[in-house]
């Protein structure tokens, strides 16, 4: 870890906090070197009131003030909240975010948040404006600290950021891995499912097609009693649906059974 400390910062946090990481932009291109260059000028010149903790580029993260302390970085948030600053802009389209130098620079940053999020026990999600209204623990941006707290006009990192990727390199450097859904350990292919749903009609259709309630409700002069509404189309969940043949194959048992498919109409 480098520290090139800024200028200007508060004093330490009080207790319970930080809970929030703010994600920036420093409207600039994303340029190797351009971090340590911005650390050593701009965050160190007396003039400009301005801080945050980290900053990244596509080489590196300097840590500029301790996440004890708090930084300038965004208004009325300051209180509650760790600032890391990445070089991009705010204009920028998914697709300029997510250039090799980008993604280097993305991941340096999600390592820092990553950090962050383990030593603060901060939960690695993006909040809602609500649940940041509600002062809870999460991701947030500059754009939603100026809608929700204020003292600042800023709106980075802008609609085009890649969120979701960054929120999963974040999860990544925590070792949360990359997703909790578990893969089927059998996965068929769509010649044999659709093998499986022929088979498992042809036997339904067929112990349907033996009852006696059935077989009274397929004759259109029966008036069906209520304990007899039953339908081929409801009783196989609407396989049909998903095997266009499968009217086809009802309409060959039928006849096996000596039923005219249009006595089941």
């Keep these: 870890m480098t520290l090139i400390r800024a200028t200007h910062f508060g004093p330490a946090f009080a207790p319970g906090q930080p809970r929030q990481i703010v994600v920036h932009s420093v409207e600039s291109e994303i340029v190797s070197g351009l971090a340590r260059s911005l650390a050593n000028g701009w965050f160190r010149n007396p003039a400009n009131k301005t801080s945050a903790h980290t900053i990244s580029d596509p080489h ?9 302390q708090r930084a300038w970085h965004c208004g009325n948030g ?24 980008g993604l280097a620079m993305l991941r340096n940053g999600a390592q820092r948040t990553a950090r962050q999020c383990i030593d603060h026990k901060i939960r690695p999600r993006w909040l809602s404006l609500a649940q940041l209204a509600r002062n809870e623990d999460g991701l947030c941006t ?14 980075d990192p802008g609609p085009g950021f890649p969120y979701d990727l960054y929120l999963q390199m974040v ?4 070792g949360l891995g ?12 769509e010649a044999q499912l659709r093998a499986i749903v ?24 029966l008036r069906p009693a209520k304990d007899l509404s039953l339908s081929i189309t409801g009783a196989l969940g609407r396989s ?16 096996a059974q000596g039923l005219e498919p249009e006595d089941r109409k």
């Excluded at 500059?142 to 709106?155: A, E, I």
């Excluded at 999860?171 to 925590?174: G, I, P, V, Y």
């Excluded at 049909?240 to 006849?255: C, E, H, K």
């Design 198 to 221: 022929s088979d498992e009609t042809e036997k339904t259709v067929r112990k349907l097609l033996t009852s006696e309630k059935l077989v009274a409700y397929s004759d259109q002069r």
């Design 78 to 101: 300051n209180n509650t909240s760790l600032g890391n600053e990445h070089v991009g802009r705010a204009r920028f389209t998914r697709v300029q975010w997510t250039t090799p130098a």
């Design 171 to 174: 999860k990544e450097a925590m």
């Design 240 to 255: 049909s649906a998903y095997d266009s043949n499968a009217s086809g194959g009802v309409d060959q048992i039928a006849r």
């Design 142 to 155: 500059h754009n939603d600290m100026r809608l929700v707290r204020g003292g600042t006009t800023h709106t």
């Design 178 to 189: 990359t997703s909790t859904v578990q893969e089927d350990d059998m996965p068929f292919t």
């Design 60 to 68: 590196e993260t300097i840590d500029m003030v301790q996440d004890t």
